[in-house]
């Protein structure tokens, strides 16, 4: 068989098996986890929308490699695309941590939608109901009625008490 029928072949494989079978694994391990402790399924689906662009990235990459792409050109020009979105991000650096955070959130988390949590931030103490956890930031509201988004990043850094909901006491 002709080696560019190969190829096609495997990356017909990755495309129409690879990654379907893949996607569906994780799908089912992140709607158990979300099953298991009873998240929204808003947040299920956020997190889904995330691992399956880092899902398609893997798959394009191993494409690449299958096709034997000349990896000097493709890093040159890889190293440009970056360069001129590093510079774009620099000022947003903490659009990347806050979907890591919220990734982080949704996997270990111990408040739910619904739950009132303490933030124990020195300057600014925060007690709030938790009404939305969204890939950027939690969406909560105190008593008084004042609505704010908190980054998820700094909730990593905070210490959170739950006072009242279902992981209280």
């Known amino acids: 068989m002709n080696e560019d029928v190969i190829k096609i072949i495997v990356s017909i494989f990755f495309l129409i098996i690879v990654y379907p079978v893949i996607r ?3 799908y ?3 709607d158990k986890v979300a099953k298991l402790n009873l998240y929204d399924t808003g947040r299920s689906k956020m ?3 995330i691992i399956n662009v880092l ?3 893997f798959i394009v ?3 690449i490699s299958i096709w034997g792409v000349d990896t000097k050109n493709l890093l040159l ?3 440009s695309v970056f360069a001129i979105i590093g510079v774009a991000f620099f000022a947003q650096w903490s659009i990347l941590s806050n ?3 919220g990734i982080v959130i949704f996997f270990s988390s111990q408040f739910r939608i619904g739950d009132k949590i303490k933030i124990h931030d020195k300057d600014f103490p925060i007690t709030a109901t938790l009404k939305d956890i969204k890939a950027f930031y939690l969406y909560l509201e105190t008593d008084e009625g004042e609505k704010i988004n908190y980054p998820n990043n700094l909730i990593l850094q905070k210490g959170i008490s739950v006072i009242e909901g279902e992981n209280c006491g």
Request: net charge positive.
């Open 77 to 79: 020009a890889l190293s």
């Open 28 to 30: 089912k391990l992140i």
């Open 61 to 63: 990459m191993i494409l």
């Open 47 to 49: 997190i889904k929308k």
């Open 24 to 26: 569906l694994i994780v």
């Open 55 to 57: 899902i398609m990235f």
């Open 99 to 101: 979907i890591t955070a």
